[in-house]
T-cell receptor, first 113, second 112 residues
């Protein structure tokens, strides 16, 4: 059974710093991995999706990497801004025929102005 | 505007009562999903539907029921058999060619 872990559960950093969020998964046979953002009391917004054959994806100040063999993904946020404050969730899809996503518990990020 | 809508934003349930959460999408997506989110836990899949008139149980389907009579609608009923229904409920959809799920704004269910 796939399990997804995100540590730490909460993180506070001063504005302008670069930061890394971590995601680990127990079964390396994945189809893809996604990073989502969730603002308090809101739905999820997809940030980046990495296929199993890819090593990384970039969108603006965000860069996500994937190391399947070690069961790890990182989300790098450059030059953090107060608007980046949110909970960040990673989710793994195990195979093409299975629509199910397995979610981590998230990291609550606070950017201090 | 295209997107996914969920209503109501807040819902209160009395003991022994069934309640229905609405999810509507105008994205012409085939697949729709219902998730439950509890504090300190990841999202857990309740039910999903890949096509009209068909749906499958997710990991925590007990105490819930769904229907998919129209492509754009996927209502979730929380029955009296669900003994711990207090949670944040999220609906999502995805088209056949899409790789990502698009989420609605959620419904928070509270028990009186």
């Amino acid at each position: 059974k796939q399990e997804v872990t995100q540590i730490p559960a909460a993180l506070s950093v001063p504005e302008g710093e670069n930061l890394v969020l971590n995601c680990s998964f127990t079964d390396s046979a994945i189809y893809n991995l996604q990073w989502f953002r969730q603002d308090p009391g809101k739905g999820l917004t997809s940030l980046l999706l990495i296929q199993s054959s890819q090593r990384e994806q970039t969108s603006g100040r965000l860069n996500a990497s994937l190391d399947k063999s070690s069961g790890r993904s990182t989300l790098y946020i450059a030059a953090s801004q107060p608007g980046d404050s949110a909970t960040y969730l990673c989710a793994v899809r195990s195979d093409f025929g299975n629509e199910k996503l397995t979610f981590g518990t998230g990291t609550r990020l606070t950017i201090i102005p | 505007d295209g997107g996914i809508t969920q209503s109501p934003k807040y819902l209160f349930r009395k003991e022994g009562q069934n309640v229905t959460l609405s999810c509507e999408q105008n994205l012409n997506h085939d697949a729709m999903y219902w998730y439950r989110q509890d504090p300190g836990q990841g999202l857990r899949l309740i039910y999903y539907s890949q096509i009209v008139n068909d749906f499958q149980k997710g990991d925590i389907a007990e105490g819930y029921s769904v229907s998919r009579e129209k492509k754009e609608s996927f209502p979730l009923t929380v029955t009296s058999a669900q003994k711990n229904p207090t949670a944040f409920y999220l609906c999502a959809s995805k088209d056949e060619a899409g790789r990502t799920q698009y989420f609605g704004p959620g419904t928070r269910l509270l028990v009186l």
